[in-house]
Structures are given as C-alpha cells and as structure tokens.
C-alpha cells in the first residue's frame, strides 16, 4: 500500500501553523498556499472514490470549503494533515451515497491506459471499480468511513488510528468487518478479475 | 496451532501484513494444511488488489481550481496587521498625518481607548498599523506585546458585553499578533521582562475566559479561541504539555478526544458488528 509522506520537519509545521492561523484570521493568501499544499492530495481522495474528474475537483472546492470555516476552532492538537484527511473522507463518502450508479463512457476520465491494453479488460476494470466504490458506498457509516481512509486516502492502520482518533483494534476490527461485507457484496467479481490477470 | 475460525477471522490482518511475526507464523502453520483458509486468504488478497488499484487523478491546475475557490470563499474580516512594503511608507505617513490632525481635532483622541463595537475602533486599527510600522525592529517586540494586550482586553470587554463574535475577533487578532511575535520571543532581548509579558497575557486570557464563562453566553467558540491561545502561549514558553479541551468540529464531524496509544500486537475483534469499543461522530 503506498504511504503517505512522511511527517513535516519542525521548520515546516511551524510555517504551516502560521498558514492555519492567518486563514483563520481571514488571510486568503496564507489560506492560498494551504490550498496549493494539499489540493493534490483532496483531489487524489475524491477521484480515487469517484472516478470522475470534474466531479472530484467539486468535492474538492467542498472540502476547501468546509476546511475554511472551521479554521478559526483548530486547536492544533493533531496534524492539519489528518484533520483534512476525515474531512476529505467524511465528503467523498457522503458525495459517493448521493451520487446514482450510472455508467460511464467517459474513458477520458480514467487515467490513459497503455497502447497494449486491450480495450475489452479496461472496460472490465473499469466496470471493477465503479462496483468497489459502490459497494464501499452501501457500507454501514462505521465500515464505510474507515475503508474509504484505507482505500481512497491510502492511510495505513496507524495512520486511520490517529484519523479517526480511535484505537488500533478498532481500525482493525472496522476493516475487518467491512472487508468481509464487501467480499460478499462483490461476489465474485475480485475472482474474476484476479483470474483476469493472470490470463 | 490455531483453530480454523481463528485463523480465518485474522486473514484480513494478517493480508494487510498487520500482525505480529509469531502471530503471522501460527497463521503460516495452518494454512499451509488447510485448503479451505488458503482459498479464503486469495480472495482476501483479490480484495485487496482492487482497493489499492483505484488509480490516481490525473494531473490538475492549480491556478483555475484555486480561482473557482477563492470566488466562493466566505469574506472574514482580516484582521492581521500588515507589514507595508517600503513603497507605501510615504502614503502612510500621510495617512499617518491625517490621523495626528484628526487627533488634533479631538475625534481621535478616543480611538487608543475605542472598542470593538465603537465606530472609532478603525482608527485604532490604523493607527495601531502605523505604530508598528514606523517601530524599530528592537523594540517591535514590546509593541506586539501591547497590542496583544490590548486584544485580550477587548475580548474580554466584549464577551462581559454580550457580544461574543467580536470577543471571537479580538482572540483571533491576539493570536495572529503573538504568533507574529514567537520568534521574538523566543529569543527576546529581555528574556525576565518577556516572561512577565507572557505570565500577564495568560492572566488576561484567564479573565477572558471568566467574562465569557460569567455570561449567559458561555460562548463555545470564545472556550475553544481561549483555548487555542493559551496553547499558543505554552507553545512559546515551551510548556506544552498536551492540550485538552472541545475538539474542533467540522460539519457534523466532530474531531474525536485522545490520540490513541499505539498497540504493539493488536489482537482483531472480527465479529465487530456494531462492536467498536469507541463510537465516533462518523459512526451513526
């Protein structure tokens, strides 16, 4: 699983303090480099949950949005980084229940495939990840909210913890419940594609 | 060796590469004689392929995505104090010389004193702005501190006032005025002078706190800026011993309480239907 980057050296959390604490008087421009430091990774959480670009650019401005607001009550008692990741998450998954399942033709959406792909298995795995996003989006909220930190922000268990503010266990517990949910409510469409790549 | 239900309520932990080495080994030991878990453990893994597999966005540009959101942004008042570029000295100074012949006219001599919710309270803004400008860099420090000071005793006229989003403002303006000044005072030219500096803010924050607490208000968000400011203030002294307090909240999403201790071999809880030992607000 790809991780994320590593904790900001001292000099950098104090600038980003600083950031915080000119957004929250009003500075838009202290809030104009937060935004620059962290829209990549909003925007990379809501298009991995929404595989659609525009949509997750929407989402994004959401979560922005909301970040702004509640600037002024951030006590900085835990990293802005994993304060912005729930929001981020809390917004996608909300965004994922709202959104219809359609299917798309858009193949510009997704990231270019190589010229050898064959078109037939990017429209199967295409098709693969509309339905993890949308069983992930028929999760219970406990489930849902945890596996959505997992798989959209690519946070380790520890990391989900320190999210979420809960315990190892409890990450452990969640994922493992909604792992199982998910297997079952995709039957056997990983099975195939697993069979897929191996062809 | 492991019972087979054991075993099979740890293969999500143990794919994810979450357990501990002779835990991963007990696991290794029965799967190696049971058809059935090894099967349950590829599925696991083809699960876990198509969650890590959800592609990146592509690239986007920052200029239009910050334009679109800066259109929408809610306006707050700004209420840092500017550092003017060298250029625009000379406009300050007159703007600088109108205030000193408006004071001369007497509608200033009010605006030191003048509150929040006074219409003279711009004029001490400017003039405020005007005085730290034109201040030397050594002595810049003592003039934060002042104005800091002056913050804090707004807020807490304010909040004895009823008028609490403007005891917010006030906190809000001390806190971007101390955290202008912590580099100063981290390394101030009267390190005892500083410190008796420090010591009267807490007391003054304190009071605030008091005036918002005496109040039918009891206003939330004046708590949390207190709070906020008096982390400031540790953070500074270099006393910060952990915070405690309201957490922040979002939306509906609540920043939940304690930072949970690492747990050096967590043991899974798989039959966790509705048996988290925690329910946050993202838990419904």
């Known amino acids: ?199 | 060796m492991l019972s087979h239900t054991t075993t099979r309520d740890w293969l999500i932990p143990y794919a994810d590469g979450m357990l501990a080495v002779d835990e991963r080994h007990r696991i290794d030991s029965h799967i190696a004689g049971c058809a059935a878990c090894a099967a349950e453990l590829r599925e696991v893994r083809e699960l876990n392929l198509l969650l890590v597999t959800l592609p990146p966005a592509p690239p986007v540009a920052f200029a239009p995505f910050w334009l679109k959101l800066q259109a929408v942004l809610p306006q707050r008042r700004v209420l840092r104090i500017p550092r003017f570029p060298s250029y625009r000295r000379l406009g300050l100074a007159l703007a600088a010389a109108t205030v000193a012949l408006l004071a001369a006219a007497g509608s200033a001599l009010a605006a030191p004193a003048a509150l929040p919710d006074s219409p003279l309270y711009t004029v001490k803004q400017l003039e405020e702005s005007i005085r730290l400008t034109f201040t030397p860099d050594n002595d810049r420090l003592t003039v934060q501190l002042q104005l800091a000071s002056e913050r804090l005793h707004e807020a807490r006229a304010m909040a004895t006032n009823h008028k609490p989003l403007l005891a917010e403002n006030s906190l809000r303006a001390f806190r971007v005025t101390i955290n202008d000044a912590a580099a100063a005072l981290k390394n101030p030219p009267d390190p005892p002078a500083a410190k008796a500096a420090v010591k009267a803010l807490r007391v003054e924050l304190a009071a605030v706190e008091q005036a918002n607490a005496a109040g039918a208000d009891d206003d939330a968000d004046v708590r949390q800026l207190v709070l906020a400011a008096t982390d400031e203030l540790d953070r500074i002294d270099g006393t910060d011993a952990g915070t405690t307090g309201t957490p922040v909240v979002v939306g509906e999403q609540a920043t939940p309480q304690p930072t949970p201790q690492p747990v050096s071999r967590p043991t899974p809880q798989p039959k966790s239907s509705g048996g988290d030992s925690k329910k946050t607000s993202g838990d419904h």
């Open chain 1, 1 to 199: 699983m790809a991780k994320v980057q590593d904790a900001p050296s001292l000099e950098e959390d104090a600038e980003e303090r600083r950031l915080i604490d000119r957004s929250a008087a009003g500075d838009q421009e202290a809030f104009r480099q937060l935004v620059l430091r962290y829209h990549r990774l909003v925007i990379n959480v809501a298009f991995r949950a929404l595989g659609e670009l525009a949509l997750a650019e929407d989402v994004a401005q959401d979560v922005f949005i909301k970040v702004y607001k509640a600037l002024p009550g951030y006590r900085h008692d835990k990293p802005f980084k994993h304060w912005l990741h729930r929001v981020a998450a809390n917004a996608v998954t909300d965004a994922l229940r709202r959104r219809r399942p359609i299917v798309s033709l858009d193949g510009m959406e997704q990231p270019p495939a190589s010229r050898d792909a064959d078109p037939q298995d990017i429209a199967t795995r295409h098709d693969l990840q509309r339905a993890v996003r949308h069983a992930i989006a028929s999760l219970p909220s406990h489930y849902r909210d945890t596996i959505a930190l997992q798989a959209f922000g690519e946070l380790s268990y520890g990391e989900i913890a320190k999210t979420l503010d809960i315990p190892l266990g409890t990450v452990m517990s969640r994922l493992n419940g909604a792992k199982k949910l998910l297997r079952e409510r995709l039957g056997s469409l990983a099975h195939d594609e697993e069979e897929a790549n191996t062809a």
